[in-house]
Nanobody, 124 residues
Framework: QVQLVESGGGLVQAGGSLRLSCAASGRTFSFYNMGWFRQAPGKEREFVAAITTRGGSTYYADAVKGRFTISRDNAKNTVYLQMNSLKPEDTAVYYC?????????????????WGQGTQVTVSS
């Protein structure tokens, strides 16, 4: 059983930055692509970013491209999401997730383990 625990959320003013972390249990973290998703109030959960097993490739939603950076440290079993130039529309609960084996995908159905989420609120 894999456990994913997010941290780093909070309240920030527009234009500010936050760094989310997601710590994974187990010894197979480095075998899997990882992703970040978010869900705003009244909206469906959406893809934010993904990273391959060794961090060699990263993928972003158009809404966050150029502002967010996903990275990982396999020695620490942790994936990060650096969020800069935050906007009020970035307000959401952010989830990290482990992808099933295979190429990087953006569909949440292709992710099998999820964290509990961390709230990010951006004030205007």
């Amino acid at each position: 059983q894999v456990q994913l625990v997010e941290s780093g959320g909070g309240l920030v003013q527009a234009g500010g930055s936050l760094r989310l972390s997601c710590a994974a249990s187990g010894r197979t973290f480095s075998f899997y692509n990882m992703g970040w998703f978010r869900q705003a109030p009244g909206k469906e959960r959406e893809f934010v970013a993904a990273i391959t097993t060794r961090g060699g490739s990263t993928y972003y939603a158009d809404a966050v491209k150029g502002r967010f950076t996903i990275s990982r440290d396999n020695a620490k079993n942790t994936v990060y999401l650096q969020m800069n130039s935050l906007k009020p529309e970035d307000t959401a609960v952010y989830y990290c997730a482990r992808a099933v084996a295979g190429p990087v995908v953006r569909a949440e159905g292709e992710y099998d383990y999820w964290g509990q989420g961390t709230q990010v609120t951006v004030s205007s």
